[in-house]
Structure formats: structure tokens, C-alpha cells
Nanobody, 115 residues
Framework: QVQLVESGGGLVQAGGSLRLSCAAS????????MGWYRQAPGKERELVAL???????NYADSVKGRFTISRDNAKNTLYLQMNSLRPEDTAIYYC?????????WGQGTQVTVSS
């Protein structure tokens, strides 16, 4: 089993910044993919950014140039630096890890951007 615990969400004004963290624990294989997803009210969950254990990265077009995903493999911790936040970034942000053929999710952290 794998446990994911997110932190760092909150309320911020448009143009502001937040940094999300996700601490992973449990049975995690060295080769894995971690990512951030988000779900806004009334919308489906969508990919924000992915990073592999080899540091390959993909971003959703809507966050390119504003968000930065990173990870500390020694600490099994995932980060998402979010700059130039917009009201449309308001959502619950979920951490995800794919390891040993399975996917696990965190409980989510709320990010609210006021205009």
C-alpha cells in the first residue's frame, strides 16, 4: 500500500503563488511516475503535470510557463510551484503516484484563487 498526503493549498489572490507538497510513504518502487491533477466544481478531474522518477516532465497547456513540478526522490516527496495564479486555477488538487502497476491518490487539497 502507498499513502499520499498533500499540503500547501489555500486562498490566494489572482497573480499570487502557492506551493503544494505531497509526501508519499509505503511500498514505492524506484521507477514510478508522480503527478498532480485537479478537479474544479462541475468538471472532470484533469491532469496538471507529471514527472517520472527519471525527471521527464509533462504539463497541461493551461499551466505551462506558470507551474513547475519537481520531486525529491530521497524523500519521496512531490512539489508543485504555482505562480501567476488565475481564478480558473481554483480546484481541488490531487497528488497521484503510479508504481508497481497500480495508481494511488491523495485526499486532495483545495486551492482557491480570488479575482
Amino acid at each position: 500500500q502507498v499513502q499520499l498526503v498533500e499540503s500547501g493549498g489555500g486562498l490566494v489572490q489572482a497573480g499570487g503563488s502557492l506551493r503544494l507538497s505531497c509526501a508519499a510513504s509505503g511500498r514505492i518502487f524506484s521507477f514510478n511516475t508522480m503527478g498532480w491533477y485537479r478537479q474544479a466544481p462541475g468538471k472532470e478531474r484533469e491532469l496538471v503535470a507529471l514527472i517520472t522518477s527519471g525527471a521527464s516532465i509533462n504539463y497541461a497547456d493551461s499551466v505551462k510557463g506558470r507551474f513547475t513540478i519537481s520531486r525529491d526522490n530521497a524523500k519521496n516527496t512531490l512539489y508543485l510551484q504555482m505562480n501567476s495564479l488565475r481564478p480558473e486555477d481554483t480546484a481541488i488538487y490531487y497528488c497521484n503516484i503510479q508504481t508497481l502497476g497500480r495508481a494511488y491518490w491523495g485526499q486532495g487539497t483545495q486551492v482557491t484563487v480570488s479575482s
